[in-house]
């Protein structure tokens, strides 16, 4: 069974910045593309950042784009979510997902077969 184990969240000041680390497990790495979501109180889950297979493209929502860097480590079967600046309106948890692709890195969760429990994010103002 796959696992994708989420780390790194936890309660930060406006402004301030937390790095995200995903831990793959059970599946061979190198042939998925790996995505983040996250999903905000009373919210639907929304799309992040998702990344290809070797890292070649990245792909990111455009209300973060600048402020978040998404990479990934194929040798340790990770993939990190740097962010920067944090703003309240960040505060949700966030999800790791996977799903085997060569080619794309798709940015719709219903594309994506594997998931993490998600990391909590709080950003106080």
């Known amino acids: 069974q796959v696992q994708l184990v989420e780390s790194g969240g936890g309660l930060v000041q406006a402004g301030g910045s937390l790095r995200l680390s995903c831990a793959a497990s059970r599946l061979t790495f190198s042939a998925y593309a790996m995505a983040w979501f996250r999903q905000a109180p009373g919210k639907e889950r929304e799309f992040v950042a998702s990344?290809?297979?070797?890292?070649?493209?990245?792909y990111y929502t455009d209300s973060l784009k600048g402020r978040i860097t998404i990479s990934r480590d194929n040798a340790k079967s990770t993939v990190d979510l740097q962010m920067n600046s944090l703003k309240p309106e960040d505060t949700a948890v966030y999800y790791c997902?996977?799903?085997?692709?060569?080619?794309?890195?798709?940015?719709?969760?219903?594309?994506?077969?594997?998931w993490g429990q998600g990391t909590q994010v709080t950003v106080s103002s």
């Open positions: 997902a996977a799903v085997t692709s060569r080619v794309a890195a798709p940015r719709t969760e219903n594309e994506y077969r594997y």
């Open positions: 990344i290809t297979w070797n890292g070649g493209k990245t």
